[in-house]
């Protein structure tokens, strides 16, 4: 059905029926439609989806992000164009120079993983986009988080994590934004990217740290962490 926000069939005929009892986990392989309805009025039924990224969304994706790159003086040159019999042709050296500098973009390891990273973390459904501001920084929040033995740091609901090293930084990226993080960051990151929850014991190493005190600031007042 047109204009959803995840893919409904119009038409569909049941082929095999199941009855799951309390606890119970059925896997349905990609591409297969399914509906599944309560028994009772004490029952409750999640369809948990795992969908992969189209071919045609990151190309799209990716395009806008090498464009946003781009100044309005950037435009398409040949200046080595030589006189031709038929104007009208185009020769494999016009290909040749486009692909040129469609690679240029491709072939870059630092923006080719800024990429990727913004592209698998972003929010895939609108209601998740409204997220607090990212400049703005509390450091009452991380604070109050070292005053607590017992305190910790848990991931946002819904909040994606990723990290990459490139050259010599490493990015985070966090709900489809990237933050360049000196390589001695590494630590804090692999722990922001593999652990839903933080103990401050686990963060007191970089109480003292400038950059990854600010990180952490700016995570929890964008409410992309929050204390427990």
Known sequence: MPNKPVRILEHWQVEESWVLNPG???????????????ETDGCVT???????????????HFAAFCAAQLKDEDRYADPDLSLRSSSGE???????R?????????????????????????????????????DQQDDGLLAALFEQADGCLRRGE???????????KVQLFVH???????LEMSPLLQLLCDQNELKAAELTSWAEHEDGVALLEKLLASDYLYLV
């Open 24 to 38: 119970d986990m059925l896997y349905l392989p990609p591409r297969v439609g399914h509906n599944g309805v309560a």
């Open 98 to 134: 486009v692909t040129s500098r469609f690679r240029a973009f491709v072939d870059d390891p630092q923006q080719l993983a800024r990429w990727f990273g913004r592209f698998v973390t972003e929010p895939k459904y609108p209601e998740q986009e409204d997220m607090a501001a990212l």
């Open 158 to 168: 819904g909040i994606r994590f990723a990290y990459c090293q490139s050259g010599d």
């Open 46 to 60: 999640y369809s948990i989806g795992y969908r992969a990224a189209q071919s045609g969304d990151m190309l799209m």
């Open 90 to 96: 185009i020769c494999q050296s016009d290909l040749e």
């Open 176 to 182: 489809g934004h990237s933050f360049d993080c000196p």
